[in-house]
Nanobody, 124 residues
Framework: QVQLVESGGGLVQAGGSLRLSCAAS????????MGWFRQAPGKEREFVAG????????YYTDSVKGRFTISRDNAKNTVYLQMNSLKPEDTAVYYC?????????????????WGQGTQVTVSS
């Protein structure tokens, strides 16, 4: 069993920055690929970014490339999402997710464990 706890969400003006954190416990963190997803009101949950178990590979959805950076600290069992140049369309609940293996997938069905989510609101 894996427990994931997100933090770092909040209200920010357009153009601002936030850093989300996801603390993991319960299994060997470094063997798990991690992903960040988001869900805006009335929309389906979408993939934002993923990172391999070792941290050597990352993958982003097109809309956040160049603005968001995913990283991990396996010594602290934590994954981060640095979000810069935020836009109102980035407003959503952001979820951290963990896979049972180290490869990145963008589809949510490949992720076994989920956090409770943290709200990010970007005002215009």
């Amino acid at each position: 069993q894996v427990q994931l706890v997100e933090s770092g969400g909040g209200l920010v003006q357009a153009g601002g920055s936030l850093r989300l954190s996801c603390a993991a416990s319960g299994r060997t963190f470094s063997s798990s690929a991690m992903g960040w997803f988001r869900q805006a009101p009335g929309k389906e949950r979408e993939f934002v970014a993923g990172i391999s178990g070792s941290g050597g590979m990352t993958y982003y959805t097109d809309s956040v490339k160049g603005r968001f950076t995913i990283s991990r600290d396996n010594a602290k069992n934590t994954v981060y999402l640095q979000m810069n140049s935020l836009k109102p369309e980035d407003t959503a609940v952001y979820y951290c997710a963990a896979r049972g293996s180290g490869s990145i997938y963008s589809a949510s069905r490949y992720y076994d464990y989920w956090g409770q989510g943290t709200q990010v609101t970007v005002s215009s």
